[in-house]
């Protein structure tokens, strides 16, 4: 330890990672494309109001944002949008189709010009959505995915894969869009063209599965007019989950399940390399891609158990080659040409970038979205992949961030405290790549542990399946196991442990609140508070029916809902909290915040609420982050005694 450390107690030390910084930071490249042979992707901009802009990579290597202020590129499907974009080359000259967020049209934009609308709004609840676009100028056409609106219900909504006129003749007229199949489930994936263009494939699904349950694989032949027939199920069913379709490049169906317990590989039923692995995920947003079928018959896939690698599978010897590099992680974000591969990766020093792997020779290299350090990597955490035993010895996965800092550190005698970090899904990953938020809290003697509780992602379906009719119990008592761990071997202070979680994690938060003692306080974001209330019409169409899998049908047990809800049980709750709530949420509305408070109210227990106007689900706008996350350092250093140099106020309310 070099000569110029400092002594101070943890949550006091001065560090050059301010929210402002972390919020610039926030969100990561998606929904990567090869348009010609340049890629393009969507890029967050949380200064500019929080929008995605589409990013184009030119020959030369610049990047260059294509659509100005006010324009973003983001889908509503099914509330947490899917692929919004598609792009092609006519005549030398990009043109490029694109879902507007704030008025859900599609758009059709080429360099130079104005975009120009190709589809209507709606005058029915929450309007025409779309997703998934893909390109057909041979048919002056470009076919995805409609979400449309019945009624003013959040469940008055039907979901049909339509083919919408390039030339805008639809762009008034909802009429002139053609419905590509007379088939109807309740949600579906954009179909997939088989390379001679007579076949197409999907993903459907039905209430009350999710598509992590249980899906079904769709095939139809495709008439020479461009509409679907003689539609079939393949694949798939009631407890077989199929992540994603696509076409080898000689007309094979690949597909990931996970009927042998984790998601592999699947070409014509045959599974192509069977590990205890996961080669696909949980299709939370519509166009997600783990695999990319190329030319040469190989496979671009993104795999692993736990952490994701970058690889390119053999179908004919099951072998896969690993891209090396530093990279650790891996979105499901991939797209292919000729022998390229493009993909999105992290790592615990990185954050994610946009990679290319040419498969002739094996390299990968960064060539979009560069990660730049912006401040001295030596204040990052250092990170560690921990197993710990839970309640019946099962196995629990977190990633644990002591603090960290290079020139300061705490008196010998001294613990720190700690804030377990609760994902949300609840089926869903906490990944290990460089984030400044925790590293926010970490650089000022705070740690941080993101437990993989029960339920998530990456380690096969029994794992998944653990959260079974268990939600409130098993991600309470993983997170819990966890937190006393690190307490009894000496890693935390016993009595400076926090929790904290948004979404789902918010729920989990509150639910530990409210059912244990483990936490002296805890920051609960834009949460589902109230199971009964959520359960009938207070959440969108996509998640209507998700507790029935995570409780249990709610006719059957409704004492099972009142029993686990924070709401039902406010008067357990002693520890101080902070709730965060965007007042634009329709997945987890503020009207269960505002009546989780009235509970609350005259209890004595200190809080503050924060809600924050022009935010949905998951907050986007960087003054809205700074905000938040400052909120959350002050509520720490109240309830533990800290004194950071940069303390932020906060006001809590009895």
Sequence with gaps: MGENVQTLAYGSWPSPIGAALAAAHDGHPEYLGFVGEEVWWTEPRPAEGGRRTLVRRRADGTEESVLAAPWNVRSRVIEYGGHPWA?????????????????????????????????????????LRWAQPQLRPELGEVWCVLEEFTGDAPTDVRRVPVAVPLDGSAAEDRAAVRELTEARQRFVTGPRLSPDGRKAAWLAWDHPRMPWDGTELVVADVTDEGTFQQVRTVAGGPEESIAQA????????????????????????????????????????????????????????VHGRGATALGILDPETGEVVDAAGPWTEFAPSLAVRGERVVAVGASPRSAYEVVELDTRTGRARVIGCAHRDATDPAHYPEPLIRTFTGPEGREIHAHVYPPHHPGHTAPADELPPYVVWAHGGPTGHAPLVLDLEIAYFTSRGIGVAEVNYGGSTGYGREYRNRLREQWGVVDVEDCAAVALALAEEGTADRDRLAIRGGSAGGWTTAASLAATDVYACGTISYPILDLAGWATGETHDFESHYL?????????????????????????????????????????PPTQCERFLERMRGRGVPHAYLAFEGEGHGFRRAETMVRALEAELALYSKVFGLNPPDAPTLELAG
């Design 87 to 127: 792009g092609t080359v006519r005549d030398g000259v990009p043109l490029v189709v694109f879902v507007n967020f704030a008025d859900q049209r599609l758009y059709r934009y080429e360099p130079g010009g104005e975009p120009r609308p190709l589809t209507p709004v709606s005058p029915v609840g929450d309007g």
């Design 246 to 301: 696509d076409w080898s490049a000689d007309g094979r169906l690949l597909y990931a399940s996970d009927r042998g317990g984790w998601w592999n590989l699947y070409r014509d039923g045959e599974p192509l390399c069977p590990r205890e692995e996961e080669f696909g995920g949980p299709l939370w947003k519509l166009g997600y891609q783990w695999f990319a079928p190329l030319e040469n018959g190989l496979v671009a896939v």
């Design 548 to 588: 029935e899998t995570l409780v249990g049908p709610l006719a059957e047990v409704p004492a099972r809902y009142a029993q686990r809800s924070p709401a039902e049980h406010a008067d357990r709750i002693t520890a101080p909290f902070l709730l965060l709530q965007g007042l634009d949420d329709v997945i987890c």
